[in-house]
């Protein structure tokens, strides 16, 4: 697929972070962008700076995602890429041991089974919410090329989908859900031309994790170190470049690729 401004993309949770990067790795190429995500302070601003449109959306609500699909192609025409960013730890939760003894009293705790839920609810099933709808809407287009190649999607999971660390079980279980329905999906929409890839990314430089080098500057340090090579945390702008690989390459298809580093997480 050639990006240019031929082709419109929607990025979730491209306000900041790795959908930020992918967002503007996309309108530097001229392509047409949609921002979702569900803070309208950073979207709108993200949106302005690179000369996108904001689409404030949660990607557990269905019929919030459907206006929102329906307000970027109206903007912008039907997508052709859809990059999912989405996701994270859900609100309320979803940490902890599976069941956990309380230090102090001996108490047997179990997890916050509905944090679980919420955890694979912004994750697994937002992303797959998202996925039917933008490919529903390829393939209703004509083919971009003789390959007959009507659109790419890309997700993102976390090498904690394979290198769980304690109490890492939902978030864990989310992303592992993604990176496990990579290739059924890429083999349902193959016949209708569009390709599905998923990328498993290690320790990031995303807002959340520079905060840490702020407020701990030793554990930050860590972090570094525990990267076999290169000794840093990746860079969003790899991450785009990798989405934007996978969007470009007609033969990239139902692959699940890892950008880490080569680092393998420890069990805590």
């Known amino acids: 697929m050639k990006l240019d401004s031929s082709i419109s993309a929607i990025v979730t ?16 190429l001229g392509v047409k962008v949609a921002i979702f995500d569900f803070n309208p302070e950073t979207g709108q601003k993200k949106a302005a700076e690179i000369g996108a449109t904001f689409c404030q959306v949660n990607v557990m609500d269905e019929a919030a995602v459907e206006a929102a699909f329906a307000q970027a192609r109206a903007a912008n025409g039907q ?11 859900a609100p309320g939760g979803g940490t902890g041991k599976t069941v956990s003894r309380n230090k102090e009293t001996g108490e047997i705790v179990r997890h916050n089974v509905a944090a679980f839920e919420a955890t694979l ?12 709808f933008a490919a529903a809407g390829m393939m209703a287009q004509d083919p971009l090329d003789e390959d ?3 659109g790419a999607i890309v997700n993102t999971g976390s090498v904690a989908a394979q290198d769980g660390q304690i109490g890492q079980a939902a978030y ?25 890839n998923t990328i498993l990314p290690g320790i990031m430089a995303t807002p959340p994790m ?21 000794r840093r945390l990746g860079k969003p702008e790899e991450f785009a470049d990798l989405a934007l690989t996978m969007c470009r390459n007609d033969y990239f298809n139902g692959q699940v690729v890892r950008l880490d580093g080569a680092i393998r997480m420890p069990p805590r």
Do not use: H, Y
């Open 13 to 28: 949770g491209g306000a900041s972070g790795l959908g930020a990067a992918s967002a503007t790795a996309l309108r530097n």
């Open 79 to 89: 997508e052709r890429i859809l990059i999912n960013c989405a996701g994270g730890g």
């Open 121 to 132: 609810g912004l994750n697994t099933v937002g992303t797959f919410r998202c996925i039917t």
């Open 148 to 150: 007959g190649c009507r």
């Open 172 to 196: 864990s279980a989310a992303k592992a859900a993604i990176a496990g329905m990579t290739l059924t999906i890429a083999r349902d929409l193959s016949s209708e031309g569009i390709r599905v």
């Open 210 to 230: 520079l905060g840490v080098r702020e407020r701990a500057p030793q554990v930050w340090a860590g972090l570094n170190a525990s990267v076999p090579f290169p």
